[in-house]
């Protein structure tokens, strides 16, 4: 069975740090594309960034304005998004997915989403 | 980047009852389409895949159509556990995008 599980969320100053965790399980990490996508409260989904297999090629979102970095680790299973600069328009509930299909965009698995509030 | 909009954003109905979710890309995404159910406080789950493909575990009651710019999500004889808000996602394009939701409410 497919399993994400996100950590590392929480509450976090204007302008403060904090790193996401997503730990993986039930399929071959190494050989899918994934993704961080996030949720504002009472809002749709948004994009946030994108790593392929082997780290090959990665994209953001350009409204992050280079603020946000993902990594992923193939031999601990685990992705990772770094989050610097916050301001509160990045409150919101971020889901780490798996990413397959067509180009390596078509998101068919998704954690239970951690939250991050940006509040002074 | 590609922008997706769906309609209507909310739609009541009832147990039992058909409905219909479109979709528009803003550009020709041939069939690169997915929907995505969402229920409230709980991760989105994915549905339909290529426009018409069930994921597997999903209900022969859900189904999609269309290619091009303009999809359609079909739910035939409503379960309770149905109303959810529903989101398409297109990934023609690397920088996939989702339209703003469909939120489907009890009548």
């Known amino acids: 069975e497919v399993q994400l599980v996100e950590s590392g969320g929480g509450l976090v100053k204007p302008g403060g740090s904090l790193r996401l965790s997503c730990a993986t399980s039930g399929f071959t990490f190494s050989a899918f594309a994934m993704t961080w996508v996030r949720q504002a409260p009472g809002k749709g989904l948004e994009w946030v960034s994108s790593?392929?297999?082997?780290?090959?090629?990665?994209r953001y979102s350009d409204s992050l304005k280079g603020r946000f970095t993902i990594s992923r680790d193939d031999a601990q299973n685990s992705l990772y998004l770094q989050m610097n600069s916050l301001t509160a328009e990045d409150t919101a509930v971020y889901y780490c997915?798996?990413?397959?299909?067509?180009?390596?965009?078509?998101?068919?698995?998704w954690g239970q989403g951690t939250l991050v509030t940006v509040s002074s | 980047d590609i922008q997706m909009t769906q309609s209507p954003s909310t739609l009541s109905a009832s147990v039992g009852d058909s409905v219909t979710i479109t979709c528009r890309a803003s550009?020709?995404?041939?069939?690169?389409l997915a929907w995505h159910q969402q229920r409230p406080g709980k991760a989105p789950k994915l549905l339909i895949f290529?426009?018409?493909r069930l994921e597997s575990g999903v209900p022969s009651r859900f189904s999609g159509s269309g290619s091009g710019t303009e999809f359609t999500l079909t739910i035939r004889g409503l379960q309770p556990d149905d109303f959810a808000t529903y989101y398409c996602?297109?990934?023609?394009?690397?920088?996939?995008?989702f339209g703003q939701g469909t939120r489907l409410e009890i009548k």
């Open positions: 790593i392929s297999s082997r780290s090959a090629y990665i």
């Open positions: 550009q020709s995404i041939g069939s690169w």
């Open positions: 996602q297109q990934y023609n394009s690397p920088l996939f995008t």
């Open positions: 290529d426009a018409s």
């Open positions: 997915a798996r990413a397959a299909g067509f180009g390596e965009s078509l998101v068919d698995y």
